[in-house]
């Protein structure tokens, strides 16, 4: 019999409605996992890990939970929660329930995390793992329930998974998600086409943050964050290096543009390098700093945009 | 290779090895600032420094330099080396252009041996003409020594006061340099400065695209010497990721036996170490 581990992993969702569906279906799909040896991670609101919890008693030991208010901060950092997890045992098939309190993100994070959705399909290939994403139907809109039919290749009713008709293919969902959105007339635009230009932005960024009221914090990631995909534009990209900051629906927005280059991959720094690498983290560590990244392309160059939520 | 002025610091940090450069400045107090300015940014890019002056012109020169870092620990490690006209050029002159030459080569072999990426010399040279014997004698000596240094990738800046020169002669000793050494004085982001015990490196300020590879070259040189080293980085207030990968590679390739020390290691360094995952055996985070 071939072990368990080689299977092809899955990515399915879960659309609930109220608790007693949700612990049934989310806590049969551990067990089914558990009983075959499996390991099992759950990434939720705490509300949804006591249901689990409760719905498994004396098995639910053997579950690592990961309050999501930490698993998702930020969104991206999901992956990284995931990886390690992994990581510590490769040879082990893991089931994994992952959902996160989608009411708190602004536009800009929820265009992210359809990015995120997606890429997952094409990430965790190869890997020895059943990815569940339970969606609230009682508090979720229509177009954030789309996610669900969008991004998962099997829903699951009932405690069996059925093909999803409406899956889409990964490639081409990330790339209708990687438009080009213009810096607007009022912006704050450094031309930064020097190496010695990338601590002027860091400069810049402080005292704009810091003066429009940025957790110091906040202000510390972002700086490392421009740094990175700066360093990437002046690398790889072409002149001229812009970077723009404005703000935009309760974000503040770092805008690094650049004259183009090769075509950006729509995977790039989704995930960290495989092996150590003397480079190639600089998207990578953006997406674990901050909000949300827009990466894009058109005529008018390379695109990145890096966004931290405003105060309050 | 001729240095503007508004891009000086940058072009003075990462000068390119075996440049010659000239100073003619019509008083001492600027000629004091072009030194301070060349040898301050050649310390702080990890290079040894060797300044051929007078005594007042050393106590000088580590004043102005101690705005910007802590030249009594370039002293005190030998980053920053001094000499006077005749301890550098012999007593009664040199013998020959050519014994001049063999002391310049020793000296560029000895600052490897000691753990620096370059040399770089700072030289007042009013009084040379005498040591030598005439002007025509240094013009001479200049022309040999701009191939000269570029064989030994060693840097110079030439430092003359045009009060003590003849018309024209300016302008001759000028064409025997690749450019202009700046006066400005802009501090570098960072510096990297040599340490004995523990051996290793200071490092202070940012490290980016900018600078990281100056860093780099001085940990490697450091680890050519003895590959247990540590890397005091208690006035980062900056790294990208970028620079902490590569010193993790430069930890993995040191020999058996061979270990890369952070010491000190700020809330920004942690972040980037945490966030990459990067780590290896020969690469110890103090906590």
């Given amino acids: 019999m071939r072990p368990t581990s080689c299977a092809a992993p899955t990515h399915t969702s879960l659309v609930y409605d109220g608790d007693r569906a949700y612990a049934t279906e989310a806590g049969g799909f551990l067990r089914a996992g558990l009983e075959q040896g499996q390991r099992a991670l759950v990434m939720a609101p705490p509300s949804r890990m006591e249901l689990v919890a409760a719905e498994l008693g004396a098995d639910a030991d053997a579950v690592v939970f990961v309050d999501e208010a930490v698993a998702y901060e930020p969104q991206w950092n999901a992956y990284r929660v995931l990886l390690d997890h992994l990581a510590t045992t490769p040879d082990v098939r893991t089931r994994v329930v992952a959902e996160q309190v989608l009411a708190r993100r602004g536009p800009a994070e929820l265009v992210d995390y359809r990015r995120l959705e997606s890429a997952a399909n094409v990430v965790f290939a190869g ?25 998962h290749d099997g829903l699951q009713l009932r405690g069996s998974v059925v093909p999803n008709a409406d899956f889409r293919d990964p490639f081409e969902e990330l790339a209708s998600l990687a438009a080009v959105v213009p810096p607007p007339a009022d912006a704050t635009t450094l031309d930064c086409s020097d190496e010695s230009d990338v601590a002027l932005v860091r400069r810049t960024v402080r005292a704009l943050g810091s003066r429009d009221g940025l957790d110091q914090g906040v202000v510390d990631d972002l700086e490392v964050a421009v740094s990175e995909v700066l360093t990437n534009a002046l690398l790889h990209g072409s002149p001229p290096t812009l970077v723009h900051l404005y703000e935009e629906a309760e974000m503040w927005v770092c805008h690094v543009q650049d004259g183009g280059g090769l075509p950006v991959d729509p995977l790039a720094g989704v995930v960290p390098p495989i092996e150590p690498s003397d480079h190639g983290y600089g998207l990578w560590l953006a997406r674990q700093l901050v909000a949300a990244v827009d990466v894009g392309s058109d005529l008018t160059g390379t695109h990145v945009r890096l966004h931290v939520r405003m105060p309050g | 290779m001729i240095l503007g002025a508004h891009r000086a610091s940058a072009d003075l940090g990462s000068l390119e090895p075996g440049t010659h450069l000239c100073a003619l400045e019509p008083d001492a107090a600027r000629l004091d600032r072009v030194a301070a300015t060349f040898v301050g940014q050649g310390l702080a890019a990890g290079d040894q420094l060797l300044y051929v002056a007078s005594e007042d012109q050393v106590d000088g020169l580590v004043r102005s330099l101690s705005r910007h870092l802590d030249a009594g620990q370039a002293l005190a490690t030998g980053q920053l080396l001094t000499s006077s006209l005749e301890g550098a050029y012999g007593p009664s002159g040199p013998v020959d252009l050519d014994a001049v030459a063999d002391g310049f080569r020793l000296a560029a072999h000895q600052a490897q041996k000691c753990g620096f990426p370059g040399l770089r010399v700072a030289a007042r040279m009013d ?24 064989d030994l990738q060693v840097s110079s800046v030439c430092l003359y006061d045009t009060h003590l020169l003849e018309a024209g002669q300016g302008a001759t000793l000028a064409r025997e340099h690749d450019g202009m050494a700046p006066d400005i004085d802009v501090a570098p982001i960072a510096t990297f400065l040599a340490v004995d015990d523990p051996w290793g490196v200071q490092v202070r300020g940012e490290v980016d695209v900018s600078n990281r590879h100056l860093l780099h070259r001085l940990v490697l040189s450091r680890a050519a010497v003895t590959p247990r080293l540590r890397l005091d980085l208690e006035g980062v207030t900056f790294a990208d990721a970028c620079t902490i990968a590569r010193l993790r590679s430069i930890a993995a390739a040191l020999p058996e036996g061979g270990q ?15 966030l990459t995952g990067l780590g290896h055996p020969q690469l110890r985070v103090e906590p």
């Fill in chain 1, 127 to 151: 890997r020895a793992v059943d990815l569940l994403c339970p969606y609230d139907a009682g508090a979720l809109s229509d177009g954030l329930l789309d996610i669900a039919l969008r991004a």
């Fill in chain 2, 260 to 274: 890369l020390v952070l010491a000190r290691v700020p809330a920004v360094v942690r972040r980037v170490l945490e």
């Fill in chain 2, 127 to 150: 009084d040379l003409a005498g040591l030598l014997g005439s002007m025509d004698e240094v013009v001479a000596w200049e022309r040999k020594a701009t191939d000269l240094q570029r």
